[in-house]
Each structure stands twice: as C-alpha cells, then as structure tokens.
C-alpha cells in the first residue's frame, strides 16, 4: 500500500512540476513519529531520502535502518548541546539558523565522513515563535558554512506560515525563491531550495522549489 502511496505522490509532484513548467522536485519523506517498519517499507519501495524533526527519536530508527542505504535530514529545530550527535548521524540537517551550530556541526563532523550538507531555514514569515533566520542573516551565515571545513552548503529551507489564503501562502514561496536567488549569485553551488508539505507543495513547486517535505500524503495521519 505504501508504495502506491508513493508512486501516486511522485505522480503528483511531477503534475505540478510539469503544469509550473519546472524539473520536479526531490521527495524528502518526513518519518517523524512513523516506525521502522513503516520507513522500511517505503524505502523496499524507492524511497532513499527521509526526514526526521527529533535527534533521539531518529537516532534508534536510523540505527535499525542502517545498511538500507538510506539518506537523512535533520527538519527540526537543532539545539546546540544535540549538535555534536545530529552532526555524526545525518547526512542533511536542514535547520541551521545561527553561527553557534554552524561552528558546532563542523568541529563534531567526523573528518572521515563526506561534509555534512547544510540547508539555511529562514523564519520567511516573521514569525515570534517560530525558529530560522531573519533573510538580512543570510549572506553572513553562508559565509561562515562555506568556510567550515567540513560543512557543504546546499541552500535554503522554510517553513512558511500555515496560511488559509493560497495566495499568501504563495507569497512567501516567491520570496524564499528570491532570496535563494539573490543566494545564488554569491555561491553559484547551490542547488536546493527546500519548502512545500502536504497541503501546498503545488504552490511551493511553482515558485521554484527543489525538494519537498511530504509526511502525511504518504504515510496517512501520524500516530499520535
Ligand atoms: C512534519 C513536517 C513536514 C511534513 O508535513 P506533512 O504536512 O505531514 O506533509 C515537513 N516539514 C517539516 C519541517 C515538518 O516538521
């Protein structure tokens, strides 16, 4: 069943891509609160690419799924006493918002791994409670992931607000892809922009994203 889920969401994405005349986009599966059997299954199906929101809790279900060659991104907020265990366990962590982290994640690196691929979050509606950079943070943060040894910079990721109104929502996708442009520029390397979930990928995809972060339409509900 999970694989239908699959291919009928990959059908999805390369609809929207197709009518927004763009390259689909990366399927970054969000796993959060799913088991392992459940990422197992998907990953038996295609998936490589898998995104969790909580160190400890992907910690056990990346150590039962290691061997499957899988590939896994940090979405949720780092706290900076996690950087040293998120640092050796992901591949991506796409939630880097502040200097402290960026010194942290690429002194806890092993110099034996590939660098660590980081995504930039911006906090693209102002949001008091929600984590990410203000856009005007940007350029000086990618300057000091550029210059961490063992960190790649990759690009930019948002959570935009969970707006009922289509158009704001669209908005905020349109800003995030100037700024990855305006990015772009000073670090031509770049190649992700990573926004757009269940309920609005359509719209994120339009406006130029790269790599979308889909749970529910692929797992069904999340246990509570
Ligand atoms: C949970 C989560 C998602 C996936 O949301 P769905 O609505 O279940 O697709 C995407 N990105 C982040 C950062 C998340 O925390």
Redesign the pocket.
């Known amino acids: 069943m999970l694989a239908d889920t699959l291919s009928e969401t990959l059908q999805h994405l390369e609809n929207a891509a197709k009518d927004a005349h763009r390259p689909a986009p990366a399927l970054?599966a969000?796993s959060?609160l799913q088991p392992a059997a459940s990422i197992a299954a998907l990953a038996r199906a295609g998936q490589r690419a898998f995104?969790e929101?909580y160190v400890q809790e992907a910690q056990g279900k990346i150590g039962e799924l290691a061997g499957m060659g899988l590939e896994w991104h940090l979405?949720?907020h780092l706290q900076s006493n996690k950087a040293d265990i998120a640092a050796r366990l992901f591949d991506w962590v796409?939630?880097v918002d502040r200097h402290k982290l960026i010194g942290a994640l690429s002194r806890y690196r092993p110099a034996d791994r590939a660098a660590l691929n980081v995504l930039i979050q911006v906090n693209i509606d102002d949001e008091a409670s929600k984590h990410g950079c203000d856009p005007d943070e940007i350029p000086a943060l990618a300057e000091a992931i550029v210059a961490a040894p063992q960190l790649r910079l990759r690009g930019l990721?948002a959570?935009p607000a969970p707006h009922p109104d289509p158009a704001a929502r669209s908005a905020a996708f349109g800003r995030m892809k100037t700024l990855q442009d305006a990015l772009a520029e000073q670090h031509p390397g770049i190649d992700t922009l990573s926004m757009g979930?269940?309920?609005d990928f359509a719209e994120a995809i339009a406006h130029g994203a790269t790599m979308v972060?889909?749970?529910?339409?692929?797992?069904g509900a999340?246990p509570a």
């Open positions: 970054l969000v959060k995104g929101n979405i949720g796409q939630t990721m959570i979930m269940s309920g972060r889909i749970g529910t339409a692929l797992f999340r």
